[in-house]
C-alpha cells in the first residue's frame, strides 16, 4: 500500500503525542508529508493541528488514514493497548514502533503484527526530541528490507541517518541499549571527575575543554580495541593492565581521599586486578571484555 507521490510526499499516521510524538509528527510536517495525528488525549494534538496536522477521531480512523504507522508511546504494552481494539485495519499497512522497549518486546510485536497482516519496523531513536528531523540524527531500524526500503523516504525525515541494521527487529533495541550505556558510563565518569576536581575549588565550566579534549584521544584508542575484541587477542603493544592497574588504584585512593563516591573506579579497579590475577599482567585493557561477558 502507498500514497507516496511524484513529488516524493506521503500519508503519515503519527499515534503518541508526548514529547517525542510531537518532535515526530512535526519533522513529517516540515518535510511536507500529510500526516495524521491521534492521542488518546486529544488536547495533545491541538497545536500540531494548527501547523497543519490532520486530527483522527478515533485510533481506528488514525490506522485507516494511511500506509505507514509511527507510534511512539509509553511502553510496548502500551503500543498493543492502542492497536488490538483497531487490529482488523492493519493489513497491508507498515508500523513502524519507535517506543522504546526491549529486544525480547520487539520480537513479540512483530509476530503480533504479521499475525494481523501488517509489516513491523522496531525502531530506536538515538536522540532527544529537539534534534528529531537533524541530517545527522540517528534512528535505527530493524524488520523486513523491503519494507524499510518503501517507506525509508518518509521515515528519513525524523533523521539524517536513518539506519537499517537487520531483518530481526529485536537489533535496534539491542543497540539501543548498549549506546545508552556507554552514554550514560562516559557522563558519569564525567560527573565522577567534576566532583574530584570540585574538591579544589575547580568549576565544571574551568575544566570541561580538557574533559572534551580527553574523550576525544580515548575514542581514537577504540578502533583498536574493537580490532583485538574480534579477533580474541589483546596483545598490549601500548599499554598492559599491568601498567593501568597503579593509576587505578590512585583514582580509588584520590576519591576516598576527597570524599568522592569511590564506587565507578572501584569497579574499574577490580576488572584490571582480576584479570591481572589470572595471569593476564601483559595483556591490553580489551582483555577485561572476557570478564564482561555472560559465562
Known sequence: MSTTTPNGRSDVTVIGLG???????????????RTTVWNRS???????????????????????????LVVCVRD????????EPVAGELAGRALANLTSGSSEQARALAGWTAG??????????MMTPPGIGAPDTLI?????????????PVLRALGGATTHLATDPAVPSL???????????????????????????????????????????????????AQQVDAGAYPGEEATLETQLPPARHL????????????????????????????HAGDSYARLIEQLRAP
Not at 510496548?76 to 492497536?83: H, M
Open 19 to 33: 514529547l517525542m510524538g510531537s518532535a515526530l509528527a512535526r519533522a513529517f510536517l516540515r518535510a511536507g508529508h
Open 42 to 68: 486529544p488536547a495533545k494534538a491541538r497545536p500540531l493541528v494548527t501547523e497543519g496536522a490532520v486530527l483522527a477521531g478515533s485510533a481506528r480512523d488514525a490506522v485507516a488514514a494511511s500506509p505507514l
Open 76 to 83: 510496548p504494552d502500551a503500543v498493543r493497548e492502542v492497536l
Open 116 to 125: 494481523h497482516g501488517a509489516d513491523y519496523l522496531d525502531g530506536a531513536i
Open 140 to 152: 535505527l531500524y530493524g524488520g523486513p528490507r523491503g519494507a524499510f526500503d518503501v517507506h525509508e
Open 175 to 225: 543497540y539501543d541499549s548498549a549506546l545508552l550505556g556507554l552514554m550514560w558510563s562516559s557522563l558519569t565518569g564525567f560527573l565522577h571527575a567534576l566532583a574530584l576536581v570540585g574538591t579544589e575549588g575547580v568549576t565544571a565550566t574551568e575544566f570541561l575543554p580538557f574533559a572534551t579534549g580527553w574523550l576525544r584521544a580515548v575514542g581514537s584508542f577504540m578502533p583498536g580495541i
Open 252 to 279: 580509588v585512593h584520590e576519591s576516598e581521599l576527597r570524599g568522592v563516591d569511590a564506587t565507578l573506579p572501584r569497579f574499574t579497579r577490580d576488572l584490571i586486578e582480576r584479570a591481572v590475577d589470572r595471569g
